[in-house]
């Protein structure tokens, strides 16, 4: 009877351990090639973003159409005008607002409206220079983290009011992927949420970060489950096998 017993638990060890390997390979691959098609990662050449996003570091963007953006988004852009090279910055102004800086308190104003940015370094004003915009339709301002040392569209704004079109937009910055001390998703800053449109909604990339981690759990788990079963068992049957003295 315990023979028969192991042997069936034995058979549906190796059911359940087959299927979580099969569940794990669905989890790991499918989050993967996902995560592979909706992602590109990006160095970060300068410091303008900092403390946000230091140089040198590597950041994982979701592809997106630049009508997808929103205020507080840190976008990769292209434009001729300001090099022809991947940049990122982040979104201060769409279409139809007035940029300026700064008011008293240091703050820029979007509309007329202070704007708290708790991403910028240091307690000094939000941009060391003064300035004012009208974003032209369908395009966007942007600005660098460390506003004292980016070229961003406050360097441009004679052309467009330093907008760039939405066009020019290839990714959503989502997370910090290098270096490691610095790995985590970026946050969407509540300081625009009062603004029309809001702030944008997070991509997919923390479920499939935890896809592919509870995939592998399961493969490496469901792959172990026959060495140890095997293992227990040698264990089992040389206890069962035991000679027992009697005095």
């Given at each position: ?31 993967f090639l996902w995560a592979a ?18 140089r040198g570091a590597r950041v ?118 290098w270096p490691a001390n610095a ?65």
């Amino acid at each position: 009877m315990g023979g028969a017993r192991r042997r069936d638990g034995g058979r549906t060890g190796r059911v359940l351990s087959g299927a979580a390997v099969a569940v794990g390979l669905v989890l790991f691959l499918g989050g993967f090639l996902w995560a592979a098609l909706a992602y590109r990662p990006y160095t970060v050449p300068t410091d303008s973003m900092t403390p946000t996003i230091a140089r040198g570091a590597r950041v994982l963007a979701e592809r997106v159409d630049g009508a997808e953006v929103h205020r507080g988004d840190v976008v990769v852009f292209r434009n001729e005008v300001w090099g022809d090279v991947p940049m990122i910055k982040r979104v201060v102004g769409v279409g139809g607002d007035t940029v300026a800086c700064c008011d008293r308190r240091g703050r820029i104003t979007v509309n007329g409206r202070p704007v708290e940015e708790p991403y910028l370094q240091g307690a000094g004003p939000a941009s060391p220079t003064g300035f004012s915009a009208t974003v032209p339709g369908d395009r966007l301002f942007l600005l660098g983290d460390h506003r004292a040392g980016s070229a961003d569209s406050r360097s441009h704004l004679t052309e467009d009011q330093g907008a760039v079109p939405r066009g020019a937009v290839s990714a959503r910055v989502e997370a910090v992927a290098w270096p490691a001390n610095a790995w985590g998703m970026l946050g969407r800053p509540g300081s625009f949420d009062a603004l029309p449109g809001g702030t944008s909604r997070p991509g997919p990339l923390k479920w499939l970060v935890a896809s592919v981690v509870a995939g592998a759990a399961l493969v490496l788990g469901g792959a172990a489950y026959g060495p140890l079963a095997r293992l227990l068992t040698r264990r089992q049957g040389r206890q069962g096998g035991a000679v027992v003295p009697h005095g």
